[in-house]
């Protein structure tokens, strides 16, 4: 893994709330190239201000470096960001605004129409450009949210919980989505049995710390017996 191309390099990386004190707590971390990373870890261990942090939307002591550069504005059309709750990324009346919302931003060439229908087909939301958002059931959400990322093409996914809250049948057709991404995916989840299946290395966070990592071969006891013997 090594010899690969460093994606994103978080260096003596600390971020307080104010009514939280050290929620992360100097966190140095590398991820390669077209790797899949996972960060697993209780409730409030820090997963997802770690995310947050490296896309940008939350200010932090320390450096976050993309492709060799620290973390600027211009270096935000590289990374998607999918957060837990798929109605804080959807917000246009249509399916279709929300979908072209990022190719419009980030002014991306071609016809947006195309672009548009081409990400919601990538889903499995065939015929969906017309559709309310609001309308539609927890997992059709998800899928809109990811389409919405696709259809700018990032270099890198940050997915915060993406099974969490899916039927089994939806977790199933999203994990087989995340798998079909191209590029640099960071997860945070709970989920230890998706951890295991989508990842090439597994991170475990308690209190702000990196505690563990696993390369390959995971053992889901010996995980699940990590999480034990760190429940505050």
Same mark, same amino acid.
């Given at each position: 893994?090594?010899?690969?191309?460093?994606?994103?390099?978080?260096?003596?990386?600390?971020?307080?709330?104010?009514?939280?004190?050290?929620?992360?707590?100097?966190?140095?971390?590398? =991820?390669?190239?077209?790797?899949?990373?996972?960060?697993?870890?209780?409730?409030?261990?820090?997963?997802?201000?770690?995310?947050?942090?490296?896309?940008?939307?939350?200010?932090?002591?320390?450096? =976050?470096?993309?492709?060799?550069?620290?973390?600027?504005?211009?270096?935000?059309?590289?990374?998607?960001?999918?957060?837990?709750?798929?109605?804080?990324?959807?917000?246009?009346?249509?399916?279709?605004?929300? =979908?072209?919302?990022?190719?419009?931003?980030?002014?991306?060439?071609?016809?947006?129409?195309?672009?548009?229908?081409?990400?919601?087909?990538?889903?499995?939301?065939?015929?969906?450009?017309?559709?309310?958002?609001?309308?539609?059931?927890?997992?059709?959400?998800?899928?809109?949210?990811?389409?919405?990322?696709?259809?700018?093409?990032?270099?890198?996914?940050?997915?915060?919980?993406?099974?969490?809250?899916?039927?089994?049948?939806?977790?199933?057709?999203?994990?087989?989505?995340?798998?079909?991404?191209?590029?640099?995916?960071?997860?945070?989840?709970?989920?230890?049995?998706?951890?295991?299946?989508?990842?090439?290395?597994?991170?475990?966070?308690?209190?702000?710390?990196?505690?563990?990592?696993?390369?390959?071969?995971?053992?889901?006891?010996?995980?699940?017996?990590?999480?034990?013997?760190?429940?505050?």
């Amino acid at each position: 893994m090594e010899h690969r191309k460093v994606k994103i390099e978080v260096i003596n990386l600390s971020f307080s709330y104010e009514e939280k004190k050290d929620v992360l707590k100097d966190i140095n971390l590398r =991820v390669f190239e077209n790797e899949r990373l996972s960060l697993i870890g209780e409730n409030g261990s820090g997963k997802t201000t770690l995310l947050l942090c490296i896309c940008g939307l939350l200010k932090f002591k320390g450096k =976050v470096i993309i492709d060799g550069e620290d973390f600027k504005e211009s270096l935000r059309r590289k990374i998607g960001f999918l957060f837990e709750n798929p109605d804080d990324s959807l917000f246009m009346p249509r399916v279709y605004d929300d =979908v072209a919302f990022g190719p419009k931003n980030f002014k991306i060439q071609g016809k947006l129409d195309e672009i548009v229908k081409s990400s919601l087909n990538k889903v499995g939301l065939k015929d969906f450009e017309n559709r309310v958002p609001h309308h539609l059931s927890f997992g059709e959400k998800k899928k809109v949210s990811l389409a919405s990322l696709l259809s700018y093409d990032p270099e890198i996914f940050l997915l915060d919980e993406p099974t969490l809250g899916l039927s089994p049948l939806a977790r199933k057709e999203f994990i087989k989505l995340v798998k079909n991404l191209r590029g640099t995916v960071v997860i945070a989840t709970h989920d230890i049995d998706f951890a295991i299946e989508i990842s090439d290395r597994i991170i475990f966070l308690n209190k702000g710390k990196i505690k563990r990592e696993y390369k390959e071969n995971f053992n889901k006891d010996e995980i699940i017996k990590l999480f034990e013997e760190n429940i505050t």
